[in-house]
């Protein structure tokens, strides 16, 4: 109990604080990418402390740091987003959902930094966000995302969206498959119970979009079959790797499961 209330008033105090060292960064550099140091070294580190938690990462070496990449990882905890921006030592930003715009501070930062907000119940404006993001990458910076589109209650690894696939087609730019495991242990979804371990993040091989041409299905199936082998490594649970892509409009469902029951749920002729 008193780690679990450790971790959300230092979690609350340091990000306010981070906040307006993130401010006076972008104002004296006139760089809003000058943040990201702040967010790196200063604000994510401490939150994982509080929290516990012992990083391992394996598989940078195999990267160009001078290459920009569309990182797509699996999710299990909302302390995954300090744990990918210290491991992952790009000038990065995140594709999140809008609702992150409205929190204070984080969602203030965000907005200030250009990160990508993505409304999941407009598609032009989805669309539009990810031409933004695609541009972004043209000028340098990597993207991660979450592309189960939401935490995994049950740590495995549950199938992907299209939209970050459509962001890397589009850029031009190699997708890296980025496995996390422990997090969801640490602090599982919706909960602030706080278990201190160890966080493993595997990072592997980077897969070019071009050979997959205009096939978004089979890229997306490429990328999360080797998030859910990297998982496996770490000691995860994995993930069904035959129902790859996300039911449209839904998030952790399958398109073949959902088709599935919709047709099991039709009245017979």
């Known amino acids: 109990m008193l780690r679990n209330l450790f971790c959300i008033v230092v979690t609350g105090v340091w990000t306010v604080l981070m906040f307006i060292m993130t401010l006076f960064a972008m104002l004296f550099t006139l760089n809003r990418s000058a943040s990201m140091y702040v967010v790196q070294r200063w604000w994510s580190p401490v ?139 640490l602090m599982p979804k919706n909960s602030w119970v706080i278990t201190p371990g160890p966080i493993r993040v595997l990072v592997g091989k980077p897969i070019d979009p071009k050979p997959f041409g205009d096939d978004r299905e089979a890229l997306i199936a490429a990328v999360r079959a080797a998030v859910i082998d990297q998982n496996v490594a770490l000691g995860g649970l994995g993930g069904d790797k035959r129902d790859a892509v996300a039911a449209q409009g839904l998030e952790g469902i399958g398109k073949a499961a959902s088709d599935a029951k919709l047709k099991e749920g039709s009245p017979t002729s």
């Open 47 to 185: 939150l994982l402390w509080a929290g516990g938690a012992k990083l391992e990462v394996r598989g940078l070496e195999q990267l160009d740091r001078n290459q920009p990449y569309v990182f797509v990882s699996n999710h299990q905890s909302t302390i995954d987003i300090p744990t990918l921006f210290m491991s992952l030592p790009w000038n990065t930003r995140f594709v999140a959902k809008k609702a992150l715009m409205y929190v204070p501070a984080l969602g203030w930062y965000m907005w200030l930094a250009k990160f990508i907000f993505v409304d999941r119940g407009n598609r032009k404006t989805a669309i539009a966000s990810l031409d933004k993001a695609a541009q972004q990458i043209r000028e340098g910076i990597s993207i991660i995302v979450f592309a189960e589109g939401t935490r995994s209650e049950d740590r495995t690894v549950k199938p992907f969206k299209k939209g970050p696939f459509a962001l890397a087609m589009k850029a031009g730019v190699p997708l890296v498959p980025v496995a996390i495991e422990g997090s969801g242990l």
